[in-house]
């Protein structure tokens, strides 16, 4: 198929927002073998075996794509169309397998290599964290490691768990940082605060060179002096942006794993987000989301309206080449 093809949302003036199979913005469903004509695709990964604590992030992606329904098609502050700028679709969920972790990695990597060879841009709901590190995997040059703009309340550069085990939702970038898939010197991790297990839990990372904004330095600097260190700090390469929503308050997202108090606000997220405009970005994902803490869907609804303001930036990005 070719990129002329267009794909639209589903006009809520023509279907209720109520009505019809929920997909990502309401857009169309597409496989991956057909993806061909898709610049942006939308994609689940409903797993959480590596969180270490308050699972249920495996039922995020199903409840986020409900909530995504409430999406329109302009960015009301940017006056970006991203369905006017770029092809994007839901490709569905992952392969995964609920009962070995190993080859849950294996799975979410060999789907996006295969989205990757499309040269679609992955746009990812998770699922816990550990999700980003096969995503890296399958997308990162390892010529030219990613920068990324993590938000977080955790650093997720842990090393091991009860002993040796190398992979949760506390390791990832730990990892993707040793496999050399992501430059810690171009990285900056937003919002980090909560208590630790052991003073030297923190280190690791600021010896490797990542920029740590712990939420102490956040409100002293306010959004807009945030972003623009982001920007500094990951510069002209590709760039990877990794939302996790207990980055956030808990006022703002009851529904997530790990929650710690004191965190940003929706709109100082969203303003963040924004600054990062122009940004060689090559993927992103939004994660932490378990439905099973907040059924009200609050929380989701965050978590999709943050994937949309990456939709807008990614999108402006296809719409310039």
């Keep these: 198929m070719s990129k002329d093809k267009k794909f639209r949302p589903v006009s809520g003036t023509v279907l209720p927002r109520f009505a019809g199979i929920p997909t990502f913005m309401r ?12 610049d942006i695709g939308m994609i689940g990964v409903p797993w959480d075996g590596g969180t270490t604590n308050r699972a249920g992030a495996r039922h995020g992606p199903r409840q986020m794509r409900d909530q995504s329904t409430l999406m329109r098609n302009v960015h ?9 700028l770029a092809n994007c679709a839901d490709l569905g969920d992952t392969p995964v397998n609920p009962v070995d972790l190993i080859d849950t990695l294996k799975r979410v990597e060999d789907f996006y290599k295969g989205v990757h060879a499309k040269g679609v841009l992955p746009l990812t709901a998770g699922g816990d964290h550990l999700i980003t590190l096969p995503i890296m995997r399958a997308i990162a040059d390892t010529s030219r490691p990613l920068g990324m703009v993590h938000f977080d309340a955790h650093t997720d550069t842990w090393d091991r768990y009860f002993g040796g085990y190398e992979y949760t939702h506390g390791t990832p970038f730990r990892r993707a940082i040793e496999e050399g898939l ?10 980090i605060r909560g208590g630790l297990y052991t003073p030297e839990d923190k280190d690791w990372g600021l010896a490797q060179g990542i920029r740590v904004v712990e939420i102490e330095e956040y409100f002293d600097l306010g959004p807009e002096k945030v972003g623009q260190l982001a920007r500094e700090v990951v510069g002209d390469g590709p760039v990877y942006v990794s939302f996790d929503v207990d980055g956030l308050d808990p006022v703002y997202t009851p529904g997530t794993g790990t929650p710690e108090i004191g965190g940003y606000s929706t709109h100082d997220a969203q303003k963040m987000l924004r600054a990062l405009r122009g ?35 990614m999108a402006e990005k296809v719409g310039a080449r």
Excluded at 76 to 84: D, N
Excluded at 182 to 191: A, M, N, S, V
């Design 182 to 191: 992501l430059d810690p010197k171009r990285t900056i991790q937003i919002g």
């Design 27 to 38: 857009l169309p469903h597409v496989s991956v073998d057909e993806a061909d004509p898709v």
């Design 76 to 84: 009301h502050v940017t006056g970006i169309r991203p369905y006017e």
């Design 279 to 313: 940004l060689d970005i090559v993927g992103a994902d939004v994660v932490e989301v378990s439905p099973p803490f907040d059924p009200s869907g609050a929380t989701a609804l965050v978590g999709v309206t943050m994937m949309w303001e990456l939709l807008c930036m």
